[in-house]
Nanobody
Framework: HVQLVESGGGSVQTGGSLKLSCLIS????????MGWFRQKQSNERVGLAA????????DYADFVKGRFTISRDIAEKKLYLQMNNLKREDTALYSC????????????????????WGRGTQVTVS
């Protein structure tokens, strides 16, 4: 059983930065595809970034490239999302996700291909 718990959200002004964390507990999870998604109001989740935990290979949605950075700490069982130059349109509920399937580890592979989810942390940019 795998549990994901996000933290680090909050309110920030336009142009500011936040670093989100996702703590992974439960079964060992060194070899996985992990990602960050966000959801605005009642819209569907949108993939932002993904990382293959063993290789460290990352991939990003085009609209966050250059502003967001995904990283992981396998020993600490943590996933991070560094967000810089935040804009009002970045306001959303941010969730981390994980899955044992590491092939095609991209944020655009779709939320249905991630089996484990956190509840999310709210980010508000004003």
């Amino acid at each position: 059983h795998v549990q994901l718990v996000e933290s680090g959200g909050g309110s920030v002004q336009t142009g500011g930065s936040l670093k989100l964390s996702c703590l992974i507990s439960g079964n060992t999870y060194e070899d996985a595809c992990m990602g960050w998604f966000r959801q605005k109001q009642s819209n569907e989740r949108v993939g932002l970034a993904a990382i293959a935990t063993v290789s460290g290979r990352t991939d990003y949605a085009d609209f966050v490239k250059g502003r967001f950075t995904i990283s992981r700490d396998i020993a600490e069982k943590k996933l991070y999302l560094q967000m810089n130059n935040l804009k009002r349109e970045d306001t959303a509920l941010y969730s981390c996700a994980a899955d044992h399937a590491t092939a095609d580890c991209r944020p655009t592979r779709g939320e249905h291909r991630f089996g484990y989810w956190g509840r999310g942390t709210q980010v508000t940019v004003s």
